[in-house]
């Protein structure tokens, strides 16, 4: 028992060795926070009115459903419309 565990205490002292000779880049500690001044690309889909669906909706009844309202503007415009389960909690209390 006593060989085995030489034997793995001279291959956990290699491997440290081999970590401590391998070089990385310094470390910096600063006391200021650091801030990128490089601006962050802004992404432009080049929406226009033009994609938008030309369809308007009027809901005059009362009692309705976020679920039936989404399905009303499906049928009408073509646009899919999804509720968040946390929205659709709201409506039902």
Wanted: positive net charge; glycine residues 8%.
């Amino acid at each position: 028992m006593s060989r085995k565990a030489q034997a793995s205490g001279d291959i956990a002292r290699g491997h440290v060795s081999e970590q401590m000779r391998s070089s990385q880049g310094a470390l910096v500690w600063m006391d200021k926070p650091w801030v990128n001044l490089k601006p962050v690309p802004t992404v432009s889909r080049g929406a226009s009115q033009e994609t938008f669906p030309d369809c308007q909706i009027t809901l005059a009844r009362d009692g309705l459903t976020l679920p039936e309202i989404g399905e009303r503007i499906t049928a009408l415009c073509g646009v899919r419309v999804i509720f968040s389960p946390d929205a659709l909690a709201v409506g039902q209390s």
